[in-house]
């Protein structure tokens, strides 16, 4: 039985950890800034990233989520502490397809931290130290969550629970982007998606995935039946909560796909899409100008 299970992990290694991520640190904005500071920091956060297992799932090397993260120093307040915009993207490919559907988009500009050179890095959910260690947890359960939803129905339950144990660890020490008064953060982000009353929000994006991308994808290439019915489910979203972060979350990673995918659809439906379309993401129209 050891002998078969050795034979079974040299076929299909095992990774203990959930993310294969793409890390980069820029400090170009930051003049006279010693950047051997800002190498170690790039180094630690792949470390953190991709060396801690954030899930008890149990992944083939091949099956890793991948995803980037990009920190871009904008500002050294003081001695250790600097100001920075964190910009993270995950992908995950459409099953029987060279398709690679997207998940997250996410500029998040509101970061400040502190960082030593060759400081450890340090995450506990439940003792919470550090606005770094945080807000990259925050994301990487944010990505779990995402492609876990995007397979099974509300399988990313568990995920987007620890984000909002974080959101709410973190509420004593006054860091910036976890106001819980602010509708557009990284606190509202958490919230929404526990939020039972949202969870066709989530249902949504399972049908999106999974009866729209991964089932036609066997046919040679992905779908598009399902890009309608999420737009409606948007479109009935916005009526409800208007100012719902989760609509800005969805256009940012997934209206270019849309578009695309909508492209070659019948007039009708490119109409219908297009006049809903336009009413959830006005300042977007020269992309959505495709449709008309």
Partial sequence: MI???????????????????????????VQGANRQVFSTLEES???????RKWTDSHLRTDERINCSFTLVITETLSSG?????????????????????????????????????????QFDLSFIRENLTATIAYYAYLILGLDLDSR??????????????VA?????????????????????????????????????WFDYHRKGLDVPAGHGRPGSKEVVPSILTLSALQAERPTSV????????????MVNLLFKADAPEKK?????????????????????
Wanted: hydrophobic fraction near 35%; aromatic fraction near 12%; charge should be neutral.
């Fill in 45 to 51: 956060l792949r470390n953190f990233i991709n060396g």
């Fill in 246 to 257: 989760l609509i800005k979350l969805f256009g940012d990673t997934k209206l270019e796909e």
């Fill in 3 to 29: 002998l078969l299970f050795l034979v079974v992990a040299g076929i299909f290694p095992l990774s203990g950890q959930e993310l294969n991520a793409i890390v980069k640190v820029n400090s170009s904005r």
């Fill in 81 to 121: 502490s600097f100001k920075s915009e964190l910009y993270v993207q995950s992908y995950r490919p459409v099953e029987n397809s060279t398709y690679i559907t997207p998940l997250l988009n996410i500029r998040d500009t509101e970061m400040e931290f502190d960082y030593t050179e060759h400081q450890s890095l």
């Fill in 152 to 165: 099974s129905l509300l399988e990313g339950t568990s995920c987007f629970r620890n984000m909002e144990l």
């Fill in 168 to 204: 709410t660890n973190v509420q004593s020490y006054g860091w910036k982007g976890w106001d819980r008064r602010n509708n557009r953060n990284r606190s509202a982000i958490a919230a929404a998606f526990n939020d039972g009353a949202l969870e066709e929000y989530r249902q949504m």
């Fill in 272 to 292: 219908q899409a297009y006049e809903a379309l336009m009413k959830l993401y006005p300042a977007r129209n020269t992309e959505l100008g495709r449709l008309r």
